[in-house]
């Protein structure tokens, strides 16, 4: 066997091993999370939704090290909590405050290991908990409408609107 032919098929299997262990933690993932696969898509880490979603994020909001700058985002609205029932509150009053209603949203945590998750804003909420304590820090987005909620490790959950609405949506037409 030609030693190219042998090199691909070798590529092509060790990318379908990296795919079956993908989908094989993420359902693990959702399971200690106490969350049913049928209610939640996921996205690996090398998926091009998954790079879409965190290239959004990136260029939708200001950056200060790994947190939104939140003080540059006009209309947000920041609250300090931890991870704990007031955390619930508090994710609750965001989304009133914003009138964010029950999109479907995707989480994206601090470890990029970590499989995306896109699923409906009431499941997030119901599951708060177990999401924000899942990783360090955890972003939840919509991007046709243009917002983000951030869990950040230190204690503050922040919520707004960032510079870039559609643009997935976008990108996935001209797809």
């Not at 999401?131 to 951030?150: A, S």
Request: proline share 4%.
């Amino acid at each position: 066997m030609d030693r190219t032919l042998r090199q691909a098929r070798l590529q092509q299997k060790l990318r379908q091993l990296k795919h079956r262990h993908g989908h094989r933690n993420a359902q693990q993932i959702l399971e200690q999370l106490g969350i049913g696969g049928d209610r939640v898509t996921w996205f690996l880490p090398d998926d091009q939704s998954a790079n879409t979603c965190v290239e959004w994020l990136n260029h939708a909001f200001p950056w200060h090290y790994s947190q939104i700058d939140w003080a540059k985002v006009p209309g947000s609205l920041c609250s300090p909590c931890q991870k704990d029932i007031q955390l619930v509150a508090v994710l609750d009053q965001l989304c009133q405050h914003f009138q964010l209603g029950n999109p479907d949203v995707t989480l994206i945590w601090f470890n990029a290991h970590n499989p995306l998750l896109h699923m409906e804003l009431a499941l997030v909420r119901h599951h708060a908990i177990a999401l924000f304590n899942y990783d360090w820090d955890t972003w939840i987005i919509e991007p046709q409408t243009g917002w983000c909620i951030e869990y950040h490790h230190e204690g503050t959950l922040c919520g707004g609107y960032g510079a870039i609405a559609g643009a997935m949506t976008e990108q996935r037409e001209q797809d």
